[in-house]
């Protein structure tokens, strides 16, 4: 923790009515005074999601189904990173300077208890695609060995691998997605048979964006492990929004972003590395103000950095913690179980997301009939409903990702929507 905060401080701040209430922001004293950042996040076991939604600026008419794509930050998250802008540039003295470069330290030792590994294997990257970068970039790769990847990974994954295949002289090879999910087994069946000798790495998605599929990822990590095969699982769309135990996972390498499931602020994101790979893994930049601990020490020097933001990021942390992720995973579950149900109901629609709560978490994805997807998503918005579209024949559709700030009201009335337009037309 840095000097002027301690770990007790920051669980305070987000308790107490955030960062603003604590450094005196005016604007967080009138919202303060308005009520709603003092109410209590838990009674007990019990977790108050109005409360919640009542930390968010979000408008209560505006039902924002999109944590896959982007996910909007708590007030005092915002309030953070704008009081430390304004303070670096009202107060740029030496020691506020060295303080905020020592964020990143705090910010890591929160992730890392997170995630639930060591701190001094977490590097702060600007997003998943940096990170899922760095791994492709930072292994000795050559001709003769082999990149094992899955066809519905994120272009950060596929099109860099293939892009570095082809100047490094590596080959590519691709196990196919199929649809609906065809259960845990299939898959581990599917990429074991798809290791040869010369398999280096498997790069997978723990939660797919497309279909919202979920990966069995400690499973693959064993399997590859077994076959002294690298792991990669692009952790995009499970990190802030599962309850994810990379000790028990034990993958060589996990990606995500803050601006996701974890509704931190953007441009912020984390890499995993495991301390097993860690002697044959390259730093993809050299450059000053390197992290001050573990592997961040060589492979973190990326310059000047917006250390407002990663300190907020940390702050992001701890209000996940106080709500606790076991809750906000089982939240967003019956959120999307209520998606995929009302759907389910809806003639015409298909859903690509599977109906087996075992193989899905909160990426619900479908067809809305015969609709263009993208009218689909202009109607949505003019109704203020926020999702996304999927054009083009490959599992084309709608995608609805609820998250802990959603209510029942807000799935409610965008299933509504979809079955009215299915009935009535665009
Ligand atoms: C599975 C997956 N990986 C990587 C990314 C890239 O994330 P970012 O834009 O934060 O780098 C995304 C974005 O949607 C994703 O869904």
New binding site residues.
């Given amino acids: 923790m840095s000097a002027s905060l301690d770990r007790r401080d920051f669980a305070r701040l987000f308790t107490l009515g955030g960062a603003a209430a604590l450094l005196g922001h005016p604007g967080a004293r009138h919202l303060a005074a308005a009520g709603t950042l003092r109410r209590p996040l838990r009674h007990g076991h019990t977790v108050d999601w109005d409360a919640v939604r009542s930390r968010f600026l979000l408008p209560p008419e505006l039902s924002v189904l999109n944590a896959?794509?982007l996910c909007p930050s708590p007030r005092d998250v915002l309030l953070s990173v704008s009081e430390d802008t304004e303070r670096l540039d009202r107060d740029p003295v030496p020691t506020f300077r060295d303080e905020m470069h020592g964020v990143k330290e705090d910010t890591r030792a929160l992730v890392a208890g997170h995630l639930k590994v060591a701190p001094e294997n977490v590097l702060i990257t600007r997003?998943?695609?940096?990170a899922?970068n760095w791994v492709s970039g930072g292994l000795d790769l050559g001709a003769g060995d082999e990149v094992l990847i899955f066809s519905d990974n994120?272009p950060?994954?596929n099109q860099a691998w293939k892009a570095k295949g082809e100047r490094f002289g590596y080959t590519v090879r691709e196990v196919p997605q199929v649809n609906p999910h065809p259960g845990m087994e299939y898959y581990v069946d599917a990429f074991r048979r798809a290791l040869t000798p010369r398999t280096r790495v498997l790069a997978f998605?723990h939660l797919?964006?497309t279909a919202g599929d979920l990966f069995p990822a400690a499973e693959l990590c064993r399997m590859a492990r077994d076959a002294g095969v690298v792991t990669l699982v692009?952790g995009?769309?499970s990190f802030g929004l599962m309850d994810v135990d990379l000790s028990e996972m034990d993958p060589d390498f996990y990606s995500g972003?803050a601006?996701?499931w974890p509704c931190g602020p953007k441009e912020t994101?984390v890499l995993y590395v495991n301390p097993r790979v860690q002697d044959r893994f390259w730093p993809s930049l050299y450059s000053a103000y390197t992290g001050r601990s573990g592997l961040a020490r060589t492979h973190e020097g990326m310059g000047q950095r917006d250390e407002p933001a990663i300190r907020a990021f940390g702050r992001e942390i701890v209000f996940l913690g106080s709500i606790g992720q076991g809750a906000i995973e089982a939240r967003s579950r019956e959120l999307a179980d209520a998606a995929v149900e009302g759907l389910g109901q809806i003639p015409g629609v298909h859903l690509w997301t599977s109906t087996d709560p075992a193989l899905r978490v909160a990426v619900v994805s479908f067809r809305p009939a015969e609709l263009d997807p993208r009218r689909v998503l202009e109607a949505l918005e003019a109704e203020g409903i926020v999702a996304t579209a999927r054009p083009g024949d490959d599992r084309g559709g709608i995608r609805f990702s609820p998250h802990f700030y959603n209510s029942f009201h807000d799935v409610e009335r965008a299933v509504e929507a979809i079955g009215r337009y299915v009935r009535q037309g665009l």
Avoid: I, L, V, Y
Avoid at 127 to 130: A, F, G, K, L, V
């Fill in positions: 896959a794509n997003n998943t695609s940096e899922n994120h950060s994954n998605t797919t964006n692009d995009a769309q972003s601006h996701k994101g």
